[in-house]
């Protein structure tokens, strides 16, 4: 999964909570492979602080060598994406 297509459904998923007025909708997590999450540009995700982890736009990127490459919105979540942010806008 590349940076753009993060960027895709990210904002998927806004329109989507938006158009329905629901925040369960909304991007809660994005899980990726180790492989994937390296092969990001340097500095696209950043850890925020130990308690709030890896995010990229405001959304908890949850990493390890078994997950599959997704994003997840907050009804599938489990909490595992919490603290839930505003989504940040793209950087230009």
């Given at each position: 999964m590349t940076l753009d297509d993060i960027d895709?459904?990210?904002d998927l998923m806004a329109k989507?909570?938006?158009?329905?007025?629901d925040d369960a909708f909304?991007?809660?997590?994005?899980?990726?492979?180790?492989?994937?999450?390296?092969?990001l540009p340097l500095g696209a995700a950043r850890c925020t602080n130990i308690i709030?982890?890896?995010?990229?736009?405001?959304v908890q990127i949850l990493?390890?060598?078994a997950?599959?490459?997704k994003v997840i919105n907050r009804?599938?979540?489990?909490?595992?994406?919490?603290?839930?942010?505003?989504?940040e806008p793209k950087a230009s």
């Open positions: 895709n459904l990210l989507e909570a938006a158009d329905k007025g909304l991007p809660a997590a994005i899980s990726m492979s180790t492989d994937s999450y390296f092969r709030h982890g890896i995010r990229y736009r405001g990493v390890a060598r997950r599959e490459d009804a599938e979540d489990d909490g595992r994406g919490e603290p839930y942010f505003e989504l």
